[in-house]
């Protein structure tokens, strides 16, 4: 097959990992440079690409220490953006843009690094090309830290947001513990239809013993009856009770435990926040002791000072693997982890991103307590592989050093 150039762009939510991801695209690009001639990344995804905003990364990251900096270096370094590209059937104009940039690039080989809603475009751009003989090669590679990716055991990125989170909650279980005043903190976890995040709240518990009292999910309908025993009887056995949350929490009829304005993204997806409000509202109606409330909020996502080091060894394995199922020809695949039976470890395989493309993975029944509001051991036990090891971050004035990519005469 001839020579061609690739185009690599990231979408959606940032994580502490989705460059690690980046830099395993690079690096196997760069051993492939028998078939990939240049390797373009696209500013802001789709939405850059659009706009020809493209950058030389071979160019950028000629240097391999910036590569290991890459990998140490939160949030989406080329941008994000969240579009949803129509039905080609419908209207075909974006495409015909979308692809007559990679005929003048000669683009063969399109990866595409985000969630669910980043594998619509990629099934989308691999249906259009397929259709009208393109010859372009789509490829999905998993990110997201909620976790609800379809045919993965789990997605890059999850795993070191969840080590911050398990983190953050044993930090503040301690700080609570200090006081002999009754109280109750909610601590409010991102996850809107999944409780995969949520989920590591529990991991203290199974560590040392010391853990939340209570940990509710979407996957369950959450009932203020019962929210107002169980709060009432951790209280009688100590003063200070900490639970934790999903943002995306609903009651029985469906309507959201937190605030809701309504507001949706370009994937129809609503803008929550307030369900710990929510929650120590009720507590200081019902009970009437002191509580706080606490949102995780965007910094659960790219904390990189607390990135697992299985999370950045996997995500670097699966972008490379990527390159190597389209320089096959594998159009229209998703890469994906298959968790090996016994000692940890993950293998790699591709899947049809039609099956994860706007499909939400829910958390297991076995992972969730017969109450419906803590974990099992199941779960800490799928769990603390994926939030294993520590990376060594490089620092200079006491905080920590990240990659830039140059651009048009500025860093950005």
Same mark, same amino acid.
């Given at each position: 097959?001839? !020579?061609?150039?690739?185009?690599?762009?990231?979408?959606?939510?940032?994580?502490?990992?989705?460059?690690?991801?980046?830099?395993?695209?690079?690096?196997?690009?760069?051993?492939?440079?028998?078939?990939?001639?240049?390797?373009?990344?696209?500013?802001?995804?789709? %939405? #850059?690409?659009?706009?020809?905003?493209?950058?030389?990364?071979?160019?950028?990251?000629?240097?391999?220490? *910036?590569?290991?900096?890459?990998?140490? &270096?939160?949030?989406?370094?080329?941008?994000?953006?969240?579009?949803?590209?129509?039905?080609?059937?419908?209207?075909?104009?974006?495409?015909?843009?979308?692809?007559?940039?990679?005929? !003048?690039?000669?683009?063969?080989?399109?990866?595409?690094?985000?969630?669910?809603?980043?594998?619509?475009?990629?099934?989308?751009?691999?249906?259009?090309?397929?259709?009208?003989?393109?010859?372009?090669?789509?490829?999905?590679?998993?990110?997201?830290?909620?976790?609800?990716?379809?045919? &993965?055991?789990?997605?890059?990125?999850?795993?070191?947001?969840?080590?911050?989170?398990?983190?953050?909650?044993?930090?503040?279980?301690?700080?609570?513990?200090?006081?002999?005043?009754?109280?109750?903190t909610v601590i409010e976890i991102m996850g809107r239809?999944?409780?995969?995040?949520?989920?590591?709240?529990?991991?203290?518990?199974?560590?040392?013993?010391?853990?939340?009292?209570?940990?509710?999910?979407?996957?369950?309908?959450?009932?203020?009856?019962?929210?107002?025993?169980?709060?009432?009887?951790?209280? %009688?056995?100590?003063?200070?009770?900490?639970?934790?949350?999903?943002?995306?929490?609903?009651?029985?009829?469906?309507?959201?435990?937190?605030?809701?304005?309504? !507001? &949706?993204?370009?994937?129809?997806?609503?803008?929550?926040?307030?369900?710990?409000?929510?929650?120590?509202?009720?507590?200081? !109606?019902?009970?009437?002791?002191?509580?706080?409330?606490? %949102?995780?909020?965007?910094?659960?996502?790219?904390?990189?000072?607390? *990135?697992?080091?299985?999370?950045?060894?996997?995500?670097?394995?699966?972008?490379?693997?990527?390159?190597?199922?389209?320089?096959? #020809?594998?159009?229209?695949?998703?890469?994906?982890?298959?968790?090996?039976? #016994?000692?940890?470890f993950s293998k790699i395989k591709t899947v049809n991103?039609?099956?994860?493309?706007?499909?939400?993975?829910?958390?297991?029944?076995?992972?969730?307590?017969?109450?419906?509001?803590?974990?099992?051991?199941?779960?800490?036990?799928?769990?603390?592989?994926?939030?294993?090891?520590?990376?060594?971050?490089?620092?200079?004035?006491?905080?920590?050093?990240?990659?830039?990519?140059?651009?048009? #005469?500025?860093?950005?």
């Open positions: 097959m001839l !020579r061609a150039n690739a185009i690599v762009g990231q979408s959606g939510g940032p994580t502490a990992a989705i460059n690690a991801t980046l830099s395993g695209v690079i690096r196997a690009c760069l051993d492939s440079t028998d078939r990939i001639g240049a390797l373009y990344g696209a500013r802001y995804g789709i %939405e #850059g690409l659009l706009n020809e905003e493209l950058i030389d990364l071979f160019e950028q990251f000629s240097d391999k220490a *910036q590569l290991r900096l890459l990998e140490r &270096t939160p949030s989406s370094v080329l941008g994000s953006c969240r579009i949803r590209l129509p039905d080609a059937c419908e209207d075909d104009s974006i495409y015909k843009r979308i692809f007559n940039i990679f005929e !003048r690039y000669r683009v063969r080989y399109f990866f595409y690094i985000g969630g669910n809603d980043s594998m619509d475009t990629v099934s989308k751009l691999n249906k259009y090309s397929m259709m009208n003989s393109c010859n372009v090669i789509t490829i999905g590679i998993p990110k997201t830290v909620d976790n609800d990716l379809m045919l &993965t055991d789990h997605t890059p990125g999850y795993g070191s947001a969840a080590k911050y989170v398990a983190t953050s909650v044993l930090e503040i279980l301690r700080d609570c513990a200090v006081y002999t005043a009754k109280a109750v239809d999944a409780g995969w995040l949520a989920l590591a709240a529990g991991l203290p518990g199974y560590i040392n013993g010391h853990g939340v009292d209570l940990v509710y999910l979407p996957e369950r309908a959450f009932s203020k009856i019962e929210f107002i025993s169980s709060v009432s009887s951790a209280l %009688e056995t100590h003063p200070n009770v900490v639970i934790a949350v999903s943002e995306g929490i609903r009651y029985a009829d469906g309507t959201y435990v937190g605030d809701s304005d309504n !507001r &949706t993204d370009a994937f129809g997806h609503r803008y929550l926040g307030g369900a710990a409000r929510a929650l120590v509202d009720i507590v200081d !109606r019902r009970i009437g002791c002191k509580t706080r409330a606490i %949102e995780l909020n965007l910094l659960q996502r790219c904390a990189a000072h607390l *990135q697992s080091a299985t999370d950045i060894s996997e995500s670097i394995r699966i972008g490379k693997a990527a390159v190597k199922a389209a320089i096959k #020809g594998e159009g229209g695949r998703m890469l994906a982890f298959e968790r090996s039976s #016994g000692r940890y991103a039609d099956d994860v493309a706007n499909r939400v993975k829910n958390v297991p029944d076995e992972f969730i307590n017969k109450d419906g509001n803590g974990i099992t051991r199941a779960c800490a036990e799928y769990l603390l592989p994926l939030i294993s090891g520590e990376i060594k971050n490089e620092y200079k004035n006491g905080l920590p050093v990240y990659c830039t990519i140059k651009q048009r #005469g500025q860093y950005v």
